[in-house]
C-alpha cells in the first residue's frame, strides 16, 4: 500500500483490456510524422501539400490537417527513416515546423510540442576555447545539450561552436552568455539559434514579434530572468549594461534566404544511412 494513502484517497481501477499490436489496423501509421507550427500564423493544408510535394522524395508524401496539426505520410518508408533521422524542425515561409514521427503509443494527446532540439551557435569564442568539456559548459546554459558539432578538442581556430539544444518554447531564448577569461574580465558570447526567424525582441519566445508580444517589458524582464536563472547553476548570473538591446536578430542563426526561411527537402538516392548531419549548412 502506497505510504500516501488516505482513506479519502481511493486508487484508481479499471479494466485492463489486453491489446494485440498486429491485430490493429496500422495501415500507414508507421510512415507518419505529426508537424506543429511554433507560430501564430496558420498556412492552409493545400499551401503545405504544395510545399511537401515539391521534396524529391521517392515516394509520395500526403498531408492531412486537424486544427493546427499536420499529418504527413510518406508511402515509402526509406524517406521517413532518413527524413526523421533527420528533421526535428522544418522552416516554412520563416514559421518554425515542429516534428515528431510515429511511436507506438502516439497519440493527440501524449504528442508534447513544448521543446524541440535546436541547433545553436556561440560566436566570438577565444580560439583557444574549444574543448568539447567548454562547448558543453556555455551550451547547457540555454538548455540540455543533446549533440556537439563539429571538430571540439581540435587544435585549429574555430569560427563558432555549435550544439544541438534542447529547448523549451514558449520560453525566452537565451541569447548567450558571458566567459569569465580571466578573473573578473568578462567576455559576452552571442547565441544564435538556427531555423529561428520568426521571434519577438521583446520576450524572446519563437513565433511571433514585437508588436503582436502581450507581455509588458516587466513581464519579459522577468521571464527572461526566471529561465536564465533555471538553466545558469552552478554559474553565477551577471547583470551587463542596463539599456543594452538583449534580443536582436543576431538570434537568427542562419541568413534570411529562401533555401533556410523555407526548406526544400531532397533524399538523395545515394543516401543510405540515417544520421544526425546538420541539416544546414555552416558558412
Ligand atoms: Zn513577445
Not at 533527420?86 to 510515429?102: A, C, D, I, V, Y
Request: positive net charge.
Amino acid at each position: 500500500m502506497a505510504e500516501n494513502f488516505t482513506p479519502t484517497s481511493l486508487p484508481r481501477r479499471g479494466a485492463k483490456i489486453p491489446v494485440d499490436i498486429y491485430e490493429a489496423p496500422k495501415g500507414n501509421l508507421q510512415s507518419l510524422v505529426v508537424g506543429k507550427f511554433i507560430d501564430n500564423k496558420r498556412y492552409p493544408l493545400w499551401q503545405i501539400q504544395q510545399w511537401v510535394v515539391s521534396w524529391e522524395t521517392r515516394g509520395r508524401v500526403e498531408v492531412s490537417q486537424d486544427h493546427d496539426v499536420y499529418y504527413l505520410f510518406f508511402h515509402n518508408p526509406r524517406d521517413w527513416d532518413i527524413f526523421v533521422g533527420q528533421h526535428n524542425t522544418l522552416n516554412f515561409k520563416g514559421s518554425l515546423l515542429l516534428l515528431r514521427p510515429w511511436s507506438y503509443t502516439m497519440s493527440y494527446k501524449s504528442i508534447n510540442f513544448s521543446a524541440t532540439g535546436l541547433w545553436v551557435k556561440a560566436e566570438g569564442i577565444p580560439f583557444i576555447l574549444t574543448s568539447e568539456e567548454f562547448a558543453t559548459k556555455i551550451f547547457g546554459t540555454a538548455g540540455g545539450v543533446l549533440d556537439i558539432d563539429g571538430t571540439p578538442n581540435s587544435q585549429a581556430p574555430q569560427r563558432f561552436l555549435r550544439a544541438r539544444v534542447w529547448t523549451q518554447l514558449g520560453k525566452p531564448l537565451v541569447p548567450g552568455c558571458y566567459i569569465e577569461y580571466e578573473p573578473d574580465k568578462l567576455l559576452w558570447v552571442d547565441f544564435k539559434y538556427e531555423g529561428v526567424f520568426h521571434f519577438c525582441k521583446k520576450c524572446g519566445v519563437i513565433g511571433h514579434n514585437t508588436a503582436e508580444c502581450r507581455k509588458s517589458w516587466d513581464e519579459a524582464d522577468q521571464d527572461l530572468n526566471e529561465r536564465i536563472v533555471a538553466y545558469s547553476p552552478p554559474y553565477e548570473v551577471v547583470f551587463g549594461q542596463a539599456n543594452h538591446q538583449l534580443y536582436t536578430n543576431k538570434i537568427r542563426g542562419l541568413r534570411i534566404h529562401q533555401l533556410f526561411v523555407q526548406l526544400k527537402l531532397t533524399f538523395s538516392p545515394s543516401l543510405t544511412s540515417v544520421n544526425m548531419v546538420p541539416v544546414y549548412p555552416a558558412f
